[in-house]
């Protein structure tokens, strides 16, 4: 297996390592801008090294056809051309059409095309960089993208975005991003916000003091990471079992000061305790010696046997019996 060879671009600079995939298929129609067509218009170029796919995409090939008349550009002026450029064209896979049919697009693009797909990697790039908690949402936006006045056209290639400085305290923070487009490479500068957000749970609608919530009274929503209480809920069934001790209007975050939690088995009240073994179910009535509120252990007692035991509290009035668990007599 031959080495990798060099191509020696004496007229561009150092010289660059080509890929054994580097290829440049030439395209049988194109469209170009004017007044010159570059190679990169009307051909794809496959080139692994980023230096060298850039001088190669630049080579002119002569100048633009006028409007609505047409140029045929062959194969062989193509590697013409690259050798005239100080790159060596048998270096180069070459392939596709035997000779591009070139027009002169009637009317310029305005860029957006090439703009929405810049701002997408720009927002791609930065959620990256930031990185996504699991409990927490992300929203980036791109404020402006300066181009130098210059369109940014559909098919443009995002070639790297680098952050100038670091996010500021607004949620700020400005891009450097190189974009290949018709062959040429262009820089911009943007700026983009970002928002770090997490899912809370507020009030559905206005509560009064005192009263049990439950999930007709709750909605999640997004809220800024800096306006995240540290006792907020994340989820509607982190609030079971709890009433309000203050009024909450609509739309406020619950935290866990605002709410304390609801005995659902109070002392002395009737419990329906499930007791389950080798796939079956037993439902038995006790009675509670303790209050219990969801999730504790309690201890209950057997009408009919008088022994006592502990279960867990799994809803009003309701209870699970602990696996192994005995009764022991009481009084």
Not at 56 to 83: D, K, N, S
Not at 115 to 131: C, S
Not at 227 to 251: C, I, K, W, Y
């Amino acid at each position: 297996m031959k080495p990798h060879p060099l191509f020696v671009a004496a007229l561009l600079g150092a010289p660059a390592v080509a890929s054994a995939r580097d290829r440049v298929d030439l395209r049988a129609r194109s469209e170009v801008a004017g007044p010159y067509v570059a190679l990169g218009e009307v051909a794809s170029v496959e080139v692994e090294d980023l230096e060298l796919r850039l001088r190669v995409a630049a080579v002119l090939l002569g100048p633009a056809p006028e409007a609505g008349e047409e140029r045929r550009i062959p194969a062989r002026l193509v590697r013409a051309r690259l050798l005239h450029s100080g790159l060596d064209p048998e270096l180069l896979v070459t392939g596709g059409a035997e000779a591009a049919a070139v027009h002169l697009r009637e009317s310029p693009p305005e860029g957006e095309g090439g703009r929405a797909a810049v701002e997408a990697a720009i927002v791609e790039h930065l959620r990256r960089l930031f990185g996504d908690a699991p409990d927490e949402g992300l929203c980036i936006e791109v404020l402006d993208l300066d181009s130098g006045g210059i369109p940014i056209p559909a098919g443009a290639e995002v070639l790297s975005i680098l952050p100038v400085g670091t996010l500021d305290r607004g949620g700020l923070q400005s891009v450097a991003v190189r974009v290949l487009a018709r062959g040429k490479e262009l820089r911009h500068q943007a700026r983009a916000r970002s928002r770090r957000t997490r899912c809370v749970v507020v009030a559905r609608r206005d509560l009064p003091a005192r009263q049990d919530v439950g999930p007709a009274d709750l909605e999640t929503r997004r809220v800024d990471l800096g306006q995240v209480p540290g006792d907020s809920f994340a989820t509607p069934e982190e609030v079971q079992a709890r009433r309000t001790r203050r009024n909450l209007a609509r739309g406020e975050v619950l935290r866990a000061r605002d709410l304390e939690r609801v005995p659902l088995v109070e002392r002395n009240a009737p419990v329906e305790v499930v007791l389950e073994r080798g796939g079956v179910s037993i439902r038995h009535q006790a009675r509670a010696l303790e209050p219990g509120f969801l999730g504790e252990r309690i201890r209950v007692r057997n009408d009919a046997s008088r022994g006592a035991y502990t279960v867990t509290v799994t809803g009003p009035g309701q209870a699970r019996a602990i696996p192994g668990a005995t009764e022991a007599s009481s009084p």
